[in-house]
């Protein structure tokens, strides 16, 4: 299983991006899925979760949005409005597996089994 999150990159505050994150050997289907961010000396977030319901991070609410393909077998981030406090390296994650575990190398604690690499956005001012 592998998945790849794609669509970071440096952009000015007030404009948008959209992540993607393409799975290879796994169908995302109506699985759990989540996104977590983490900024160099910051806690990790978690943007988004779906695990039945979803839930997004209170402080991006109005301005995230997680869709699906599921023709394509991707997971959407758009972001909108973005802040340089939304500067981070974004993974995305799936597969709920009911035990935490740290996410790659980050400070991320998630129960998800699998998880990208993750993809840059930096947001100036």
């Known amino acids: 299983v592998q998945l790849v999150e794609s669509g970071g990159g440096s952009v000015q505050a007030g404009t948008s991006l959209r992540l993607s994150c393409t799975a290879s050997?796994?169908?995302?289907?109506?699985?759990?899925v989540g996104w977590y961010r983490q900024a160099p000396g910051k806690e990790c977030e978690v943007v988004f979760r779906r695990d039945g319901g979803s839930v997004y991070l209170e402080t991006i609410a109005d301005r995230f949005t997680v869709s699906q393909d599921d023709a394509k077998n991707v997971i959407y981030l758009q972001m909108n409005d973005l802040k340089p406090e939304d500067s981070a390296v974004y993974y995305c994650?799936?597969?709920?597996?009911?035990?935490?575990?740290?996410?790659?190398?980050?400070?991320?604690?998630?129960?998800?089994?699998?998880w990208g690499q993750g993809t840059q956005v930096t947001v100036s001012s």
């Open positions: 050997g796994f169908i995302f289907g109506s699985s759990s």
């Open positions: 994650a799936a597969r709920s597996m009911g035990r935490g575990t740290r996410l790659g190398d980050t400070s991320c604690w998630t129960d998800f089994g699998y």
